[in-house]
């Protein structure tokens, strides 16, 4: 064997784990978790085993808890959550629970509460309860039953499927502090509490009841398809409407122009009182006969009908209303009834307020220009006398060109606190892009010429060293280290292969 040979192939070997570099990425592993099926003992959803996918139906047995916990997401698919026992889910307002759906065929991923679930308990603090989550494309449906749903965000990605974010059958539940985008709210029956919501651009109505409900401080604003309706009160409906705002609500491209504040149909017995309902097409409108209720003490005005009898024969008195105006004639204006169409009833309103109700709620209008934004923004509801502050904020590359408040500028402010809001109030804010930045001029590139002559100065000459021959270094190329051990070691080899045949020679 020749001694040689080993050397040689370690060599080889170094030679070719120099060359040849192989890199190997490894992606994170995926985390999350699947589910289906019926979930039989208490269960916790942490945001560390998050996302939690439903790959078939989900439901919670009878008796069980399920608690989802803040900033998990459920991304629900096509699928349902049956809740049978109790669910309990509870986010954060800075890390909040996302439930993602999906509609497919018109319909869409729903979380069902049975009757046999559980209902939340205020004094206990127990029970059903879904609180500060998200929820995009998922609707809520509850059956004689009190969950509370508070602290919300509704949204729907598909535009005129879901309606309705939540329904409610014979169910007193909690409705409370939510936002709901492009939806709706359905209820039949019963009491539930419907509060301090904000209804931004519903599909069609934003509240629809037939019920003892307790409709309170709401705003609702911008419905523009469907009925284009805020509240539509049905036959047998006894539900309290108070404190409302509610504007805005136009069917796009309507001719004449239709969309109602409040539609009261088939002579519900609903108290309407302390509501402000302003810029509809039609502020109330009466269907189908008499409402029985009181209705008083709003203030509707700025529609372009203030009330509107739209099939109703029956004469209807609304005493104690502020219209907007003290002229009598003005306000018969805004009355649509018998001087419009002979077939329908008649309308009075004296007495009528002289001056609007404090009790019922105003608003501030937020608006920002493009390259930057308000906080709060939109439709705010304030009270009389109160105040709001306001954050304007530029985007990257803006500056605030001016802040309008009533179309009076307060400056080029960042922050300004309404104050003593005594009615309808605007602010707006504009930017602009900063203004981009012109070179200074180079003093060398372009002098100043000097009218005066230079003093010329003399200077010493030094006479130059004489270069001794052949002191230059010649140049040595440079090498990264890979390189030049390989060149040491092609040497190395190329010197044993010289010494090899040299011995082969003598032998």
Known sequence: MNKAGPSLLLVALMISSMVIVTTVHFGKAQSGTNVKGIIYSETTWTQANSPYTFTGPVAVAAGVTLTIQAGVTVNMSRYDLQVNGTLYAIGTSSNPINLVGTVSSYDASEIDFTSISSSWNQQTSSGSIIQFAVLSDVAINVNNVSPKIDND??????????????????????????????????????SPIISNNRFIEPISTAISTSSNATISNNTISGASSGAASGIVANINDNSTIVGNLILNNLLAGSSPPTGEGITLINEPNSTVENNTIVDNPEGIDIANGLPTGLIEYNNIYGNLYNVYL??????????????????????????????????????????????????????????????????????????????????????????????????????????????????????SATFAPNPTPTPAQSSTSNPTPNPTSPTQTTTSTSTPSPTAKGSSSPTVPEFSPTVLLFIILVVSVSALLTARKRRIRKN
């Open 153 to 190: 965000s509704f949204s729907d990605n598909y535009f005129m499927i879901l309606n309705a974010g939540i329904s409610l059958d014979n169910a007193s539940a909690i409705i409370t502090n939510n936002i709901f985008n492009s939806l709706g709210l359905n209820i039949n029956y019963d």
């Open 310 to 427: 739209s099939t109703s024969t029956s004469n209807i008195s609304l005493p104690y209303n502020w219209w907007g105006t003290t002229d009598t004639q003005a306000i018969n204006q805004t009355m649509y009834d018998y001087k419009d169409d002979y077939g329908l009833g008649n309308v009075t309103f004296v007495p009528f307020l002289t001056s609007p109700n404090t009790q019922a709620p105003t608003f501030v209008n937020a608006t920002a220009g493009a390259g930057g934004s308000i906080s709060p923004s939109g439709i705010v509801m304030t009270n009389y006398g109160g105040s709001q502050s306001f954050t304007i904020t530029p985007n990257s590359g803006y500056y605030i060109v001016s802040v309008l408040v009533n179309r009076s500028s307060v400056g080029a402010v960042s922050t300004y606190t309404a104050q003593n809001i005594d009615g309808a109030t605007t602010i």
